[in-house]
């Protein structure tokens, strides 16, 4: 899934990754509208995860969606 689809289907979507990214705040998710980046930067920030990792797990989870 492309992030065009993911910015489409972004409310949809916003309940499955607060049920696997829990710490994160409904803020974080509407303020992101489907950015990958600054939701990659947010998982950073909060679970003191590497830009890598990150950005491997936003990568993993739209993987997920297919």
Do not use: C, P
């Not at 899934?1 to 972004?10: A, E, L, V």
């Not at 974080?28 to 491997?56: I, M, T």
């Amino acid at each position: 899934m492309n992030k065009d689809i993911i910015q489409g289907k972004w409310t949809q979507l916003k309940g499955q990754m607060q049920a696997r990214w829990g710490d994160l705040t409904d803020d974080v998710f509407d303020v992101s509208e489907g950015n990958s980046e600054y939701l990659a930067g947010k998982l950073q920030e909060r679970y003191g995860w590497d830009r890598a990792r990150a950005e491997r797990e936003v990568d993993d989870f739209a993987k997920t969606l297919h």
